[in-house]
């Protein structure tokens, strides 16, 4: 028997920085990558990292360590009581036992405080654009710049050897700093051991005072200002232990920082980077007084800084952007303020005439139809449909190689155009569409003689330049095929709906539905990471949706890597209503025994309908007419793992109804790409749907859905992370492949508090 | 244990009124509720995959479907019409002895099965519908003389004789891939807005572990696409009085339906009657909704924005780290309104009213659909070559964006609706562009309405109360004109 247990971190109300989140995707398994002793920071790994759903990192200017970049978001109120609690070096500090630090003691940290005060003067006063000129203070403020790069200097050498321990320190200002000083190639450390050279608190009274006191008084002193939150962990830390950790390391003489020194050594390593998120939530609010502040603020300095580093007015967000120029015709539509990306950014090619132009306009289409779909469009797509019909009638007879429709269409020309144009990804083919509707352009009148009708535009007084190009189909005229067509087909016309995106979308395997609602969020969730996946539209620079793509693939490989190593669990995926009961299994099995005969009995009808079946799996199906057909796989998007899918079937599959027996070899292939992760941060995602606390007991009934395989390790046995899903619960936990799980425990408060737990036992 | 999705609400009783409770029910609770009533011992088991094998057998034997048909007119209908669609109804019945696809076959077992004791409940006889996040199958209500009834309009007013027709419900599958929250959100949508005739009531809902399924009352349609074409002035007052009468209900209940479309509005043509369904993406005015630039008064706003720039920008930055603006954008494509589209934060009521307007232009162009907007850049460029850069620049500040375009065939001003629509239906008059067709006073007090659906200041828009008063919407036309246009337009 072993216990897993899980527990998911207290969800925070502010949203904190994506790049933060504990499951953002993009952080989870590279971080954990350079906690090696390498000094080499790896923020450059971050920036490649595939950064799927993500917005692009923020962090840019941190490679170039000799630049130091003027500060914006110093502050005087932050600095101005340096002394108090940052003030490390009154006496020297014993060393760390296992570090070594390089030669040479860094400057006092003290004048470094002051410094950033200029600094924020600095920022300020540019913001405030004063010109006012003195140089009294240029000679100083050399000084102190060659102060700060000698302290960086120091420190980024130092940093690899330092063993960090956070005691009593908020989870979200932890996992911030922990990536931050990973970042510098310094570890942390989960537990307190001697390994340790830096303490963390917030305990603030600690901090500073490096003689020993009565512990008793900084106990109580430490109790009265108690920061709520922690009040739990400290209670613990002191039920549980006979020692405060901070004595421990005073004894075993460990720097102990406050949050806000480390903080403030952060922020001076990552050269005021304002991308960085910093720790403490103070300085935030700080950020908007240093513009109030500007007016006090010593220009010299500032201009020096400019001449230095370049000119430090640039809103940090656009800043260093370079502008992708317009060529053509476009749509963009911005944030008038600029707090956010464009909202819709479209470029398309140019074109001599604007009808040529792949943009959806007005064109001249037969009654009924859309008007901003070319009529050759609206053709295609009708010939598209009758290849899926056509076959029904003939259905006795083996299918043609060709399509038929073209010959007994009298256009067609429209098929081999069809023919190109058919999977090529958008941009390409909406450009070859164009092309194409010059070509065709001459052709047309004599295809069609009938009444042509008249674009908008022409009507319209203002623009009467052009001829008729585009020559519609008189309405009379909707031909034979269209008759048959509409008798043997469903009414409806929805293929009508997917204008130009047929290269790049799934739907047109399923034409035959209802364009269905999309855009769609979850009512009452805000999350940053969600909401980014669902809004996969082509509507924003920096081509996220090719990466994801990309992403998706390498998961899916990695998935299927892992199963079929291990041949226990890859078995057919027709195994989708999973039930322990033996009983139930046969039953099941003579279940589908009888309904294969009654599938056989029907062979005719079975037949016909596999011809219905689109024509890219024709031959292949022709194969297997006896055997069931497969139905489409019809892609989607899943709100609990809050991840698409490529065919919902294979997510239901997953399904596993009764948990208390599980018996997780008999589970499926994986089917959706899964993640690798190696971490259980995973578990941020639980979502807050709580229970009565009367089901607390009733642990036989939990019906947990697992949802997914995640393996984090590719070893012979492989141990998958199960992350699993029930009505109001996101959760993972690690157990080795054919784990039988015989129990489940599971905890949970009231609405108020969002702990949960979930214990599994095997 | 995930109790929250139990049982909605149990279904009232005829019979035995004493089982209705309003607390929330287990599945089994209420199978055992149900076993009871019918006298026999409710079986202590917890695990009911016996029996569900059972009814996976059943079905397999029992080959009900019919092949899938949207617009197929079947009948929960009253007395008078009982006759005609009864027969019809028999006949494709007998004509689809066997179901055609085999895959719906397979998923209506596999859904039966899911339920224990379902066909005894219902008898599923096919998938109607598809969407993101449900199912829609027909079934018989096997048991609808046991509970109250008081839902069904067409039952209290008719009085029977003889056996009783069967009685069809929709069941609403919700997949399991749907947030837990979403299919509560729906459901206490449903709940809340009962008692309105043109929106769907929710009989019952039922959840078996991961399963959840609504039921509701099967309303015979037909698909917009048969007769949108054909529709008369008078015809589209009828509708759009109902589906109005719906939007102001709803709207009442401060509730955005947000997927406004001809699918999800049920209308029985030949009664005159729609019903508006389909509350999965419907949400309470104000849910997860910020402030945004539309909330403030115009002068507030000048005051807090920029003035908007006059010049055309050069080009767009390249690689952009600001975070995207982010609001609602759930509904479907060439239905949403322009708000939605600038992901305005504050998002009302009045978007649903900007996707009524859609069925009506529409309906008024006899082009389905109208707006194709593939995605959210082509439904703004669409929406723009309809309105032109001016207005559209003017909506965009409203919401704190800058619209720049060089599209060329978006003109400054746009074109007006009657001009659309005259076009969209061949009535210009070839050369004399100066001589307007003369629209019937029907058509022209719908295109008076149609702009006030349309206007793209969702606080100026016509609200649905308002519409009701409308004169478009008291209009009544005493003789039907033969236009032959509309004649022509109608389905084979």
């Known amino acids: 028997m072993a216990q897993v247990s899980v527990q998911p971190p207290a969800v925070s109300t502010r949203r904190a920085p994506l790049s933060n989140l504990p499951n953002a995707i993009n952080n ?65 500090l014993p060393r760390p036992r296992n570090t070594a630090t390089t030669a040479g003691t860094p400057p006092a940290f003290a004048d470094f405080g002051q410094q950033q005060v200029r600094k924020a003067a600095l920022a300020a006063s540019i913001t405030v654009r004063t010109t006012t000129t003195t140089n009294n203070h240029t000679v100083v403020n050399e000084q102190q710049t060659e102060d700060v790069k000698a302290w960086q200097k120091h420190y980024r050498k130092a940093f690899p050897a330092y063993v960090f321990f956070f005691e009593a320190i908020p989870m979200e200002v932890m996992m911030k700093a922990s990536d931050q000083i990973q970042d510098l190639g310094a570890t942390c450390e989960k537990y307190f051991s001697s390994k340790v050279t830096h303490v963390i608190t917030t305990r603030v009274q600690w901090a500073p005072h490096e003689t020993a006191q009565p512990s008793t008084t900084a106990r109580s002193t430490s109790r009265t200002t108690a920061n709520p939150a922690l009040v739990d962990q400290r209670v613990d830390a002191r039920k549980g232990g006979r020692f405060d950790v901070l004595l421990k390391a005073r004894e075993y003489g460990m720097k102990i920082w406050a949050v806000e020194k480390l903080d403030r050594v952060l922020n001076v390593l990552f050269e005021f980077d304002i991308s960085r998120p910093c720790l403490t939530t103070a300085q935030r609010n700080q950020i908007t007084n240093t513009h109030i502040n500007a007016q006090h603020n010593d220009l010299s300095h500032i201009l020096k800084q400019e001449r230095l580093h370049g000119p430090a007015d640039r809103d940090p967000s656009v800043a260093s952007k370079e502008l992708q120029f317009w060529k053509g015709p476009y749509i963009y539509i911005y944030d008038m303020i600029g707090a956010t990306r464009p909202i819709i950014v479209r470029e398309y090619p140019k074109v001599q005439h604007r009808e040529e132009g792949t943009w959806p306009q007005f064109r001249s289409v037969s009654g009924g139809k859309c008007p901003f779909i070319e009529e050759h469009v609206h053709q295609r797509r009708e010939k598209d449909r009758m290849d899926k019909l056509e076959p029904a009638k003939v259905a006795e007879k083996e299918r043609p190689k060709e399509v038929p429709e073209a010959k007994v269409q009298s256009k067609a020309f429209v098929a081999p155009a069809a023919k190109m144009i058919e999977q090529k990804p958008r941009q390409v083919q909406s450009v070859k569409e164009a092309t194409m509707t010059k070509e065709r352009s001459p052709v047309k009148p004599k295809a069609y003689v009938g009444r042509s009708k008249r674009t908008l535009a022409e009507i319209s007084r203002s623009i009467n330049s052009r001829t008729t190009t585009a020559t519609g189909r008189p309405v009379a005229e909707a031909t034979a095929q269209d008759v048959s067509a509409r008798r043997t087909m469903r009414p409806e016309n929805t293929i009508a709906f997917t ?28 999350s940053a990471i969600r909401s980014q996946m669902v809004s996969s539209y082509l509507d924003q620079p920096g081509h996220r949706a090719g990466t994801s793509k990309e992403m998706h693939a390498l998961h899916r490989k990695v998935a299927s890597n892992v199963m079929t190593s291990n041949p226990t669990v890859s078995r057919p995926a027709s195994m989708a209503r999973r039930s322990t009961d033996l009983l139930a299994r046969a039953a099941e099995n003579e279940a589908r025994t009888v309904r294969g005969r009654t599938t056989d009995g ?111 390790a590719l070893r012979d046995d492989s141990v998958p992370l199960i992350l699993c899903h029930s009505y109001g619960a996101v959760w993972c936990c690690m157990a080795p492949c054919g784990t039988k799980f015989s129990f489940v425990r599971y905890t949970h408060y009231s609405r108020g508090s969002r702990a949960q737990q979930l214990v599994f036992v095997y | ?231 008369t002035t008078n015809d589209m007052v009828a509708y759009f009085r109902s589906l109005f009468s719906a939007l102001s209900h709803v709207h009442r209940h401060k509730i955005i339906h947000r997927d406004i479309k001809p699918t999800n509005f049920l209308y029985d043509y030949h009664k005159r009657r729609g019903v508006l369904c389909d509350f999965g993406l419907a949400e309470r005015e104000g849910t997860d909704s910020s402030r945004c630039m539309c909330t403030y008064y115009a002068n507030d706003r000048k005051e807090r924005l920029p003035a908007i720039p006059t010049a055309l920008t050069p080009g767009y930055p390249k690689n952009d780290s600001r975070p995207a603006r982010r609001a ?92 659309i629509i005259l076009w969209a239906t061949n009535r210009t008059s070839g050369t004399k562009d100066d001589v307007p067709v003369v629209l019937s006073r029907g058509e022209q007090l719908a295109i008076q309405f149609l702009q006030r659906c349309f206007d793209l200041d969702p606080f100026r828009r016509i609200s649905a109360d308002e519409a009701l008063r409308h004169p478009f919407l008291r209009y009544c036309e005493d003789s039907e004109e033969e236009d032959p246009d509309l004649s022509m337009g109608l389905p084979v």
């Open chain 1, 499 to 526: 204008a130009t995106n047929e290269g790049n979308s799934q739907t047109t395997r399923r034409s035959n539905v209802e364009p269905a609602a999309s855009g769609v969020q979850p009512s009452n969730i805000t």
């Open chain 1, 28 to 92: 989870a398994p590279y971080t954990r990558m350079s906690t090696s002793t390498a000094i080499k920071r790896s923020r450059s790994h971050q920036r490649d990292a595939p950064s799927y759903g993500q917005p692009p990192p923020k962090k840019q200017a941190i490679d170039v360590p000799a630049t130091l970049r003027t500060p914006v978001r110093r502050s005087r109120a932050d600095a101005g009581n340096p002394g108090k609690i940052a003030a490390p070096s009154k006496k020297p």
């Open chain 1, 602 to 712: 029907r062979g005719k009808l079975a037949k016909v309908e596999e011809s219905v079946q689109s024509s890219t799996q024709r031959s292949s199906q022709e194969q297997v007419v006896q055997r069931r057909p497969k139905p489409d796989p019809k892609p989607g998007y899943c709100e609990n793992c809050r991840e698409k899918f490529d065919d919902f079937a294979e997510v239901i599959s997953f399904i596993l109804y009764e948990l208390p027996m599980l018996n997780m070899t008999a589970a499926h292939p994986i089917a959706s790409a899964p993640q690798v992760c190696g971490q259980q941060q995973k578990l941020g995602r639980a979502r807050q749907t709580p229970l009565r606390p009367s089901q607390t007991a009733q642990v036989r009934q939990v019906p947990l859905l697992i949802e997914k395989w995640i393996p984090i």
């Open chain 2, 328 to 419: 609602n954008r759930a509904g479907t494509r060439g239905f949403r309104a322009p708000e939605v589209l600038f992901k305005c934060t504050a998002q009302t009521t009045k978007i649903d009213i900007w996707s009524a307007g859609v069925i009506l232009l529409t309906i008024l162009s006899k082009r389905f659909p109208f707006f194709n907007s593939s995605d959210d850049v082509d439904a703004v460029i669409e929406i723009a070559t309809i309105f032109g850069k001016t207005r559209m620049r003017n909506c965009a500040a409203l919401h704190g964006c800058v619209f720049d375009t060089t599209i060329p065939t978006i003109g400054d001003k746009g074109f007006t609706l009657e001009k």
């Open chain 2, 1 to 231: 244990m995930p109790e929250d999705y139990v049982e909605e609400e149990e279904r009232p009783r005829k019979a035995h009124p004493q089982a209705h409770r309003n607390g929330r029910y287990e599945e089994s609770r209420y199978t055992a509720a149900a076993e009871r009533s019918r006298g026999r011992p409710a079986p202590s088991r917890t695990s009911s995959y016996e029996q569900e094998q059972e009814i996976y057998e059943d079905q397999t034997e029992d080959g009900s479907d019919q092949e899938e048909g949207e617009g197929s007119v079947y009948s929960d209908a009253p007395a008078e019409e009982e006759d005609e669609e009864e027969e019809e109804e028999e006949e494709e019945e007998k004509e689809e002895d066997y179901p055609t696809d085999p895959l719906v076959i397979e998923e209506l077992e596999k859904f039966q099965a899911t339920f224990r004791g379902f066909e005894k409940r219902f008898r599923l006889i096919n998938k109607i519908g598809e969407g993101t996040f449900s199912s829609v199958y027909k079934a018989e209500d096997l048991l609808y003389d046991r509970y109250d009834n008081s839902w069904d309009i067409d039952e209290v007013n008719t009085r029977r004789t003889g056996p009783r027709p069967p009685k069809y419900v929709a069941i609403k599958k919700i997949y399991v891939t749907s947030s837990p929250a979403r299919i509560q959100n729906e459901l206490e949508l449903l709940h809340d807005l009962s008692g309105c005739r043109s929106v769907v009531p929710l009989i019952t809902a039922f959840r078996h572990q991961d399963q959840v399924v609504a039921i509701l009352p099967y309303f015979q349609h037909v698909d917009f696409r048969e007769y949108f074409r054909s529709l």
